[in-house]
């Protein structure tokens, strides 16, 4: 599965500042099952590692939002990134 734009364009969608989605969720935004990669939270670190490009963590920079994965496992927030910060990461430069 590399086909995040559904979640980008759901995120795009999006006017909270923060928002908190369940795996079922996404994988009903995307109309198609998660990787077992995506229980890691290192999956979702849009702020790890950011030279590594993962097409989960772009779909969610081009909404404008950094994910992580929560606590409980089995959901990812979403929060927005300021305006300043999302041109940094548009050109590569965060």
Same mark, same amino acid.
């Given at each position: 599965?590399?086909?995040?734009?559904?979640?980008?364009?759901? /995120?795009?969608? *999006?006017?909270?500042?923060?928002?908190?989605?369940?795996?079922? *969720? $996404?994988?009903? $935004? /995307?109309?198609?099952?998660?990787? !077992? &990669?995506?229980? !890691?939270?290192?999956?979702? @670190?849009? /702020?790890?590692s950011p030279q590594e490009r993962m097409p989960q963590r772009e779909a969610c920079?081009?909404?404008?939002?950094? &994910?992580?994965? *929560?606590? @409980?496992?089995?959901?990812?927030?979403?929060? !927005? /990134?300021?305006?300043n910060a999302r041109r940094s990461y548009e050109s590569g430069s965060a």
């Open positions: 599965m590399n086909d995040y734009g559904p979640l980008r364009d759901y /995120l795009k969608k *999006q006017t909270l500042p923060e928002l908190v989605l369940s795996f079922e *969720q $996404i994988e009903a $935004i /995307l109309d198609a099952p998660l990787p !077992r &990669a995506a229980q !890691r939270a290192s999956w979702w @670190d849009s /702020l790890r920079l081009e909404a404008g939002y950094v &994910a992580t994965r *929560q606590a @409980d496992g089995n959901s990812v927030k979403f929060k !927005r /990134l300021p305006r």
